[in-house]
């Protein structure tokens, strides 16, 4: 847990992301590499690695979280489609990667996305107008 950026925060959370809030039993955070606008992490409130270490409650409720910050992303920027992705091979963080897929955008349209592509960062101000974008549609 000591060098999980989701659980410490602070300059560990910084190299990847942004915090925007805490949900019902997870916390909403906006990946930095944008090549995907709106690109967000879902990660669980604990140090779990598998959704098979929570109760059905906890899992239900987590999902719910799931949705409210898909909602948030669709209503904020209208991708045609958003990819879900679970890894942690390495982090061993349950979180969710919610990546917006625009059809219009040749990057990565049709395909996998990548997991950091590396191609497109923002200003403070950017990221702080997105931020404000999807809080305002939680």
């Given at each position: 847990?000591?060098n999980?950026?989701?659980?410490?925060?602070?300059?560990?959370?910084?190299?990847?992301?942004?915090?925007?809030?805490?949900?019902?039993?997870?916390?909403?955070?906006?990946?930095?590499?944008?090549?995907?606008?709106?690109?967000?992490?879902?990660?669980?409130?604990?140090?779990?690695?598998?959704?098979?270490?929570?109760?059905e409650?906890?899992?239900?409720?987590?999902?719910?979280?799931?949705?409210?910050?898909?909602?948030?992303?669709?209503?904020?920027?209208?991708?045609?489609?958003?990819?879900?992705?679970?890894?942690?091979?390495?982090?061993?963080?349950?979180?969710?990667?919610?990546?917006?897929?625009?059809?219009?955008?040749?990057?990565?349209?049709?395909?996998?996305?990548?997991?950091?592509?590396?191609?497109?960062?923002?200003?403070?101000?950017?990221?702080d107008?997105?931020?404000?974008?999807?809080?305002?549609?939680?």
């Open positions: 847990m000591q999980c950026g989701y659980c410490q925060g602070g300059e560990l959370l910084a190299k990847f992301g942004i915090k925007i809030c805490d949900l019902d039993v997870s916390q909403l955070i906006l990946f930095k590499e944008q090549s995907h606008p709106g690109r967000c992490i879902v990660a669980y409130k604990d140090h779990v690695s598998e959704l098979v270490n929570i109760s409650d906890e899992r239900n409720r987590y999902f719910a979280d799931i949705a409210k910050a898909a909602n948030a992303i669709h209503k904020a920027f209208a991708p045609k489609k958003v990819n879900y992705g679970a890894y942690g091979d390495t982090g061993c963080h349950l979180h969710f990667h919610l990546v917006p897929k625009y059809e219009d955008d040749p990057f990565e349209w049709g395909g996998v996305f990548a997991m950091n592509p590396d191609r497109k960062y923002l200003t403070d101000a950017e990221y107008e997105m931020i404000e974008k999807i809080k305002a549609n939680l």
